[in-house]
């Protein structure tokens, strides 16, 4: 193996496990009960996501470099696997609430299991190409971190009784802290990654693109600027709506935001601290890029794209919620797809879906940064997104 720096794997080993931490810190408010329900397809159970981020390291990085190592349990590889096909078989997405067993206790005796395992490996010489898959399994972590903490909002929103997941964990009730407009000079612009920080394959391929002149809301949208488009009849009237977004409102019957409750004539909406009314200052939450695009059209303005959030980003504050843009999802210039398992990462899903920008209020810590490209179906509401408006 390549001799590794030691100060840099010690930082490496010490993000891990702070990593592993947050996952388990997330769990902490659950009972047992809450790890195994799938109320949707495209949601994974509490149970299922930290296995499978546990999944990650076995599979990627203890089966293909160590020798002699032992599985925890072979039939692991199959239940934890999402998508990778590269692998083999795996159960499918929509039945991931099905694996009541292996349970709970298992699946943290799993994680342990892979946590002692890594302990040895940190202790050894560890050859780049192993630190660049520990990174890239850190920030996977990451990312199911945060779809942790969407998937349960979506389990305790959808249950009749609003259960509190933790009475401070809020989490929609930030305000905007600027207003105006922010200005933005024609020109060529540089887009992309740039530095030798970690980022995702699709950030790269740092290319220029040439931008007229725009202006850029330097605040996010807010509940009380939608219940405007509420009020005013938005869900009812088709000319605001892209044809495949009116049809969407029509047959799943959407008339605002998800979680979003009429009490008594009043606007209430589920946080995970319960149900609240409905703050109006505060930055409106959980709308999909359909919602987005009409809200905009109606209130006489656009959706940025990517490229302008980018080029704008410096000045913005961002990072409360996921700003829909209106930008497809696509491969920058040059971008190439690795091979293996890792190639499968997001090159495969550069179809039919939208780019958003920034980050979230339960994006992890140091796991944001202004060329991020996170990606949805435009119908999708469940994540942490929010509304940027352009000119």
């Known amino acids: 193996m390549i001799e590794a720096d030691p100060i840099q794997t010690l930082e490496l080993k010490q993000k891990f496990f702070q990593t592993r931490q947050h996952t388990e810190q997330i769990c902490k408010p659950l009972t047992i009960e809450d790890y195994i329900p799938q109320p949707v397809y495209y949601g994974s159970p509490a149970k299922w996501q930290i296995a499978h981020v546990t999944w990650f390291f076995e599979e990627m990085i203890f089966k293909p470099y160590l020798t002699g190592y032992i599985e925890f349990d072979p039939e692991f590889s199959f239940l ?83 259960p509190i997941y933790d009475e401070k964990a809020n989490w929609v009730e ?62 009812n009237n088709f000319k605001y709506w892209l044809d495949e977004g009116w049809t969407w409102v029509q047959e799943n019957q959407i008339n605002a935001p998800m979680y979003w409750h009429k009490v008594n004539g009043q606007w209430h909406y589920y946080t995970m601290a319960g149900l609240k009314p409905v703050d109006p200052e505060a930055i409106l939450c959980h709308v999909s890029f359909y919602e987005a695009s009409a809200f905009a059209f109606w209130k006489g303005y656009r959706l940025p794209t990517e490229f302008e959030w980018e080029a704008a980003s410096e000045h913005l504050d961002w990072g409360k919620r ?70």
């Open 80 to 162: 934890f696997n999402s998508y990778y096909q590269t692998i083999g078989e795996r159960t499918l997405r929509a039945e991931r609430g099905n694996i009541t067993r292996p349970g709970v206790e298992e699946v943290f005796a799993y994680r342990r299991y892979i946590d002692e395992h890594m302990r040895l490996l940190f202790d050894q010489e560890i050859s780049e190409e192993i630190k660049d898959l520990i990174t890239l399994g850190i920030n996977h972590e990451q990312q199911h971190q945060e779809l942790l903490a969407t998937d349960l909002k979506y389990q305790f929103g959808h249950n009749p009784a609003f």
């Open 174 to 235: 930030d305000t905007n802290s600027d207003t105006g407009w922010l200005s933005v000079n024609e020109g060529l612009y540089e887009i992309g990654h740039d530095t030798d920080a970690f980022c995702f394959d699709n950030e790269l391929g740092r290319h220029k693109v040439y931008l007229q002149p725009y202006q850029i809301s330097k605040q996010l949208v807010t509940n009380g600027e939608y219940m405007e488009f509420l009020e005013a009849g938005g869900y």
């Open 322 to 391: 996921w700003e829909w843009t209106n930008s497809a999802y696509l491969p920058y210039p040059g971008f190439k797809i690795a091979d293996g398992a890792v190639g499968e990462y997001n090159g495969k899903f550069m179809v039919n879906q939208m780019v958003l920008r920034g980050a979230s209020v339960v994006t992890p810590k140091n796991h944001s940064r202004p060329t991020y490209r996170n990606f949805f179906h435009p119908h999708f509401q469940w994540q942490y997104s929010g509304i940027r408006l352009a000119r």
